[in-house]
């Protein structure tokens, strides 16, 4: 079995103080995965980011913290919450979860592809998982250094692609690449 973890895919992340994103495209390649997840019934994860920070646009009880149209109709197997960026650091046991159904291989998708995916990611190979990361199915947002140099989301996505490829955390692949993990 190989479950699906979609993370933080939320409407905040559309408030356009988020700045400028990468990866049009993410939206409809999550759809895919949960489509295709769904179909062959295999385990679904949702997670999602509940901020505590007072105005936040992840706030949690607020129209950002919801789920985005993709996921409408969605039943996962399991649904919970974080305030971290790590979805084995939330509401629920990810890992006791994942183990109890005899689950090693996951492909994460969502949002942001340098935050919480890849420190998903990152903690799923620290556990053992086989972690699949279908970086056509994530995006983020450009962001500054602690120097004031900006890396644009491309630049970030390539940075955490190398990250969990070359950390040997995670194979980085596509979303055609990971349906075949359901044949």
């Not at 992840?58 to 305030?83: N, S, V, W």
């Not at 989301?153 to 075949?180: I, W, Y």
Request: glycine share 10%.
């Amino acid at each position: 079995m190989t479950a699906l973890i979609l993370i933080d895919v939320q409407r905040g992340f559309d408030d356009p103080r988020a700045g400028k994103r990468n990866n049009p495209e993410a939206e409809a390649n999550i759809k895919v995965l949960l489509d295709a997840w769904t179909a062959a019934g295999q385990p679904l994860v949702l997670v999602r980011h509940d901020s505590l920070i007072k105005g936040s646009p992840l706030e949690q009880g607020t129209p950002g913290a919801r789920f985005k149209p993709e996921l409408d109709g969605a039943e996962p197997d399991l649904m919970f919450t974080k305030h971290v960026n790590s979805a084995f650091h939330g509401a629920a046991d990810l890992h006791g979860w994942l183990t109890a159904r005899g689950i090693n291989r996951i492909v994460l998708a969502g949002i942001q592809t340098n935050m919480c995916v890849e420190t998903t990611a990152r903690v799923g190979g620290n556990l053992g998982y086989e972690v699949h990361v279908a970086l056509d199915a994530t995006f983020t947002f450009d962001q500054a250094g602690p120097d004031g140099t900006v890396l644009t989301a491309d630049e970030l996505s390539r940075a955490t692609a190398t990250n969990l490829h070359g950390g040997g955390f995670a194979t980085v692949t596509s979303t055609k690449e990971v349906l075949s993990l359901l044949g």
